[in-house]
């Protein structure tokens, strides 16, 4: 797992690095680089390097703005898990944008990074588990992760995929019942779609970072609207407005 700490103070990149070097004593895995600058991050995007699994981001960076910085990086990569940190909780509503994994107040403490980054790891390894479906005689194995969003018409259900669109036999709720209930969440009677998926929404329609629009009804709205703030922050925001 590859992590960015991107902050301007080295007080705060020492304090991040003593969690990581302490977090990887159980997880050997862990890697990471630190940049002090949103545009240095930036840089290493748009040079091809190779991407972070998470990103640590002082929102108050001088020049490009944290929220800034992460929302240029969401143009190159929609996966990343983003935690931003800063000093003033009055940021808490802007990081929204960027569909932040969490919003950090400063000084993070140990327990609050290692709690958010199990869950990351979490989510990780389930979009990562295989499903394998029957379609037209074939047996096709599908990453969860792959699904974007699973439509269904009559006795057969379509799910779209980032490889392409397999029809299948069977039920919405057949489907969804194999997926398991986090990080997938229904808008519309006819719809199923993967949470990690959603670039945005209104009480109309969700919009996915493939493009697609997907219809939302109002008795499932409000339902919607928990579920994908829960998934994306780890249930640590309440729900405010409608």
């Given at each position: 797992m590859r992590v960015a700490i991107c902050?301007?103070?080295?007080?705060?990149?020492?304090?991040?690095?003593?969690?990581?070097?302490?977090f990887k004593k159980s997880h050997k895995d862990i890697e990471w680089e630190v940049f002090y600058s949103g545009e240095q991050l930036?840089?290493?995007?748009?040079?091809?390097?190779?991407?972070?699994?998470?990103?640590?981001?002082?929102i108050e960076l001088k020049e490009l703005s944290g929220i800034e910085t992460a929302l240029k990086i969401r143009e190159a990569d929609k996966k990343a898990a983003i935690f931003f940190m800063t000093s003033?909780?009055?940021?808490?509503?802007?990081?929204?944008?960027?569909?932040p994994a969490n919003f950090w107040v400063k000084p993070v403490e140990y327990e609050v990074l290692r709690d958010d980054f199990e869950e990351v790891?979490?989510?990780s390894a389930d979009m990562k588990k295989e499903l394998i479906f029957k379609c037209r005689g074939e047996y096709k194995k599908i990453p969860r992760g792959s699904v974007n969003y699973i439509t269904s018409s009559a006795k057969k259900v379509l799910i779209h995929t980032e490889n392409g669109n397999f029809e299948i036999y069977?039920?919405?709720k057949g489907i969804s019942e194999?997926?398991?209930?986090?990080?997938?969440?229904?808008?519309?009677?006819?719809?199923?779609?993967?949470l990690d998926k959603v670039e945005t929404f209104n009480p109309?329609?969700?919009i996915l970072s493939g493009g697609e629009h997907i219809p939302v009804s109002k008795s499932r709205r409000q339902q919607f609207k928990k579920d994908f703030l829960e998934y994306v922050s780890g249930d640590n925001y309440d729900i405010y407005g409608d």
């Amino acid at each position: 797992m590859r992590v960015a700490i991107c902050d301007d103070e080295n007080v705060w990149v020492n304090r991040i690095e003593e969690h990581l070097l302490r977090f990887k004593k159980s997880h050997k895995d862990i890697e990471w680089e630190v940049f002090y600058s949103g545009e240095q991050l930036v840089e290493h995007y748009s040079r091809g390097e190779r991407l972070f699994d998470i990103l640590i981001l002082d929102i108050e960076l001088k020049e490009l703005s944290g929220i800034e910085t992460a929302l240029k990086i969401r143009e190159a990569d929609k996966k990343a898990a983003i935690f931003f940190m800063t000093s003033h909780t009055k940021y808490v509503y802007d990081c929204f944008k960027p569909a932040p994994a969490n919003f950090w107040v400063k000084p993070v403490e140990y327990e609050v990074l290692r709690d958010d980054f199990e869950e990351v790891i979490r989510k990780s390894a389930d979009m990562k588990k295989e499903l394998i479906f029957k379609c037209r005689g074939e047996y096709k194995k599908i990453p969860r992760g792959s699904v974007n969003y699973i439509t269904s018409s009559a006795k057969k259900v379509l799910i779209h995929t980032e490889n392409g669109n397999f029809e299948i036999y069977g039920t919405l709720k057949g489907i969804s019942e194999r997926l398991g209930p986090r990080g997938f969440s229904s808008p519309h009677k006819s719809y199923f779609v993967n949470l990690d998926k959603v670039e945005t929404f209104n009480p109309k329609e969700v919009i996915l970072s493939g493009g697609e629009h997907i219809p939302v009804s109002k008795s499932r709205r409000q339902q919607f609207k928990k579920d994908f703030l829960e998934y994306v922050s780890g249930d640590n925001y309440d729900i405010y407005g409608d």
